[in-house]
């Protein structure tokens, strides 16, 4: 294999790593700052324990997503020097803003949350985590936008052999970056809802401490009962804009070859990517595809057909990765809406199997969320900045295959043991279940 | 042009205040498994760096993001030219970063000897790899039209070596100095006996540099033709030999000032002498990147300068803030107490 399909090869795995950690801290911030907000209101001490108790699965989960993130900094660089050079002007910006508004205030204020439990006022701590949440969703924000603007580009001009800023403002606001952002925002929050009804699922099941455990689901199921619906809505938003800016990843999504107006939704599409067409097509519902690309029944698709074979993303791994996603994105409404009336009407441990469901469906919104990228990189291709800059022209001239193989092996073997350490860690902390000694804290830190 | 002045200066102090922060945390993790006497003196001292060493890290990852945003140019060539030697880095900080974290997560000798390892590595080998890149880039790289023509080893040549230990020489002394102020008693004594050894070394390395300096590089160029700039090396020696001037008398607070400005005008004596180079070419001048050649667009520098205006002084503000909420000494009874220490 060439330099360039090694540095995909890792770039992909580098950032489907980090982005295993990533979204559960976008949520699970958000969460344990609003259990340790209700403690420092109500003085209730369970929320004190459920602040703690989720709190260290954040923070065990929090290390990792830290010290991937450098990783991905580094790999423009190191990998995709030609793509640094080329956009730099313009995508270093947000890259620089994101580091200096939004690195400094989680890694300064995790600091004082973990260590500041008898040093601060209540307030001030609780202040911390929610500085913390603030800071990680805004980092989210920054590189989002830059994200975006790979996959449209806006404020720019190809200047001086490279794409120069010319207007910032175009970047802040451009529709796509703040789409992906809240798509991929809500899709951490349905990550860390899920991952607080599973883990509360397991001891319920277990009759374990069932207090502490049914407010955490109902909890984790309110936020869940929101998110994954605004989810869902602003995934439809989404798909919109792609329709509308990148013709070849949407039609690549649905498998569609032909131009088409007044297009159907078929349920059922196998595609056959060879002969250029889908071997079988079935259970249309007329017109709905426009409908969903353009807001228009009668709205004309550009098909694949449209496009050089060298302008066109791989069918399958796109158009199966987003039929993946949204059919998941369906069962997350339906089983938060499920786990929201049953923890409201108080009946979950009689419920053992929607329990068991929601134990086991801790991973799928992982996987979703990882299907979502695959539908945005993979179906961005063969452009790495879409309709500007070809993936085979951004990779780095200095680098070597051997070198690449090198760090690739490295970072596999690095990675997968890091991954293993960091699941161990979670399922333990995860089956000990909260501390019921809370005296220290909560006397040392009335003597503030 | 005067932007890219703005941003070169930001750079170099950038990587000043990255290499002050990161470089006592860098010490104390070289220094950890050999000072302490039993795992609860380690903790105490791995506990000293505990709040503050992610927010030090920040710096690093600020300093290459913003070497991406004003200089992309060098950001691209630099990281792709010593893609080995970063990927080396990378490894060892991340290896650092979860080793602080997960050490106390499991009751069980071997896996907390384990994770010492790599607090040693993780903090060991960056001291020793950002000096001997530095160190290059003082030299400069065999670099031209063509591209980089060195491996991984080009960059060990004497003068990156000499640099490299200096650095961890350095960072040694200023984490010693650091336990000496934040611990009591045995750790703090001996951590203080540390410091005050180690200036011996240090002192001969730094003379060594900056003798072997004149010939490797072409730092001192910049200084012969405007000799006002000998302030900030001077200062650097001088900061220096207050190192030991204060460590001696047991005043450990001054003495860590002292070191805190000894690398800073370290950074800053290399920094001046490179401008307006970036990374020289040691094959023919024309082919440096210079901050001219390699900047973004004014545009984009001028964005950037006001986003760091508005930002740098909120983030120094509060980093300080919790510096202060931080600032007690810690004792082995207090770290045992604390559930939520390392």
Request: proline content about 3%; hydrophobic content about 55%.
């Amino acid at each position: 294999m060439d330099a360039l399909t090694l540095s995909r090869l890792q770039f992909a795995a580098t950032a489907a790593f980090h982005f295993i950690f990533v979204p559960l801290t976008l949520g699970l911030s958000i969460l344990t700052a609003y259990m340790e907000t209700l403690y420092v209101r109500t003085n209730d001490e369970l929320y004190l324990k459920m602040t703690k108790f989720w709190g260290k699965l954040f923070l065990i989960n929090f290390a990792l997503g830290v010290v991937t993130g450098i990783t991905m900094e580094f790999q423009f660089g190191m990998n995709w020097a030609e793509y640094s050079k080329y956009v730099g002007d313009i995508f270093g910006a947000p890259l620089a803003i994101e580091a200096t508004v939004a690195f400094f205030m989680e890694s300064t204020f995790i600091g004082l949350w973990i260590f500041g439990w008898n040093k601060v006022s209540k307030k001030v701590h609780a202040l911390s985590i929610w500085l913390v949440a603030i800071a990680t969703n805004l980092s989210a924000l920054w590189i989002l936008l830059a994200n975006g603007w790979m996959q449209k580009p806006v404020g720019y001009i190809l200047r001086n052999n490279r794409a120069e800023m010319v207007d910032f403002m175009a970047l802040v606001t451009n529709p796509y970056g703040w789409l992906k952002f809240s798509h991929t925002l809500l899709s951490g929050y349905v990550i860390a809802a899920f991952f607080v009804m599973g883990i509360s699922a397991y001891h319920l099941l277990k009759k374990n401490k069932t207090d502490f455990f049914k407010r955490s689901f109902k909890m984790g199921a309110t936020f869940a009962l929101f998110t994954s619906i605004l989810l869902f809505i602003v995934g439809d938003f989404h798909a919109a804009e792609v329709a509308k800016s990148q013709p070849t990843k949407f039609a690549a999504m649905e498998s569609l070859w032909e131009t088409q107006k007044a297009v159907p939704y078929n349920l059922l599409v196998i595609p056959d990517p060879a002969n250029e067409r889908n071997a079988v097509e079935a259970i249309g519902i007329p017109k709905l595809l426009s409908f969903l690309a353009f807001h228009d029944g009668n709205a004309e698709i550009k098909g694949l057909k449209e496009f050089p074979k060298g302008d066109r993303p791989p069918v399958m791994i796109t158009f199966l990765s987003f039929r993946g996603m949204a059919a998941l994105g369906i069962l997350f409404m339906l089983l938060s809406l499920i786990s929201y009336v049953v923890s409201k009407m108080d009946r979950l441990e009689s419920n053992r199997i929607l329990l068991r469901i929601m134990l086991y469906s801790i991973p799928l919104p992982y996987i979703a969320g990882q299907l979502g990228w695959l539908v945005a990189e993979v179906g961005r291709q063969p452009w790495i900045v879409y309709g500007v800059l070809r993936t085979s022209d951004a990779v780095s001239k200095a680098i070597t295959p051997s070198q690449v193989w090198v760090s690739l092996i490295g970072f596999t073997l690095f990675y997968g043991l890091l991954g293993i350490i960091d699941i161990y860690l979670l399922t333990k902390y995860s089956k000990k279940g909260p501390d019921d000694d809370l005296s220290s804290i909560i006397k040392m830190s009335r003597e503030v | 042009m005067e932007f890219q002045i703005i941003w070169f200066v930001l750079w170099g102090t950038l990587w000043a205040v990255y290499f002050m922060l990161d470089g006592f945390d860098f010490g104390v993790g070289i220094l950890h498994s050999f000072l302490a006497k039993n795992d609860a003196e380690k903790r105490v001292i791995i506990n000293t760096v505990g709040p503050v060493w992610d927010g030090n890290e920040v710096w690093l990852i600020t300093a290459g993001g913003a070497t991406f945003a004003a200089f992309p140019t060098t950001y691209a060539l630099m990281f792709s030219y010593l893609y080995s030697a970063l990927l080396i880095i990378l490894f060892a900080l991340i290896f650092r970063g979860v080793a602080f974290e997960f050490r106390g997560k499991v009751d069980s000798d071997s896996w907390k000897k384990g994770w010492d390892i790599a607090i040693f590595l993780g903090s060991f080998v960056p001291a020793l790899l950002f000096g001997v890149a530095f160190g290059n880039i003082f030299q400069g790289l065999p670099m031209d039209a063509e591209g980089y023509h060195g491996t991984l080893f080009t960059l060990l040549n004497p003068y990156g070596l000499l640099t490299g230990i200096l650095f961890v020489l350095l960072f040694v002394v200023h984490g010693a100095l650091w336990l000496s102020v934040k611990t009591n008693g045995g750790i703090s004594t001996r951590a203080s006996m540390i410091a005050n050894k180690t200036w011996y070394a240090l002192l001969i390395v730094a003379v060594l540099f900056l003798i072997y300096t004149a010939f490797a590089t072409n730092l001192y160029a910049n200084y012969l033709q405007s000799i006002l700039w000998f302030v900030v090396p001077v200062i650097a020696v001088l900061a220096l030999l207050g190192i030991k001037l204060f460590a001696s008398k047991g005043q450990h607070l001054k003495a860590f000032y002292s070191s805190c400005l000894t690398i800073v005008m370290v950074t800053f004596t290399g920094v001046i002498g490179l401008y307006p180079n970036l990374i020289p070419s040691s094959i023919d001048p024309k082919y440096s990147l210079t901050i001219f050649n390699s900047s973004s667009s004014i545009y984009t520098l001028k964005i950037m300068t006001v986003v760091a205006l508005l930002f740098v002084p909120v983030v120094i503000a509060y980093q300080i803030w919790v510096y202060r909420i931080f600032r007690h000494k810690l004792t082995v009874d207090g770290v045992m107490k604390d559930e939520e220490a390392y």
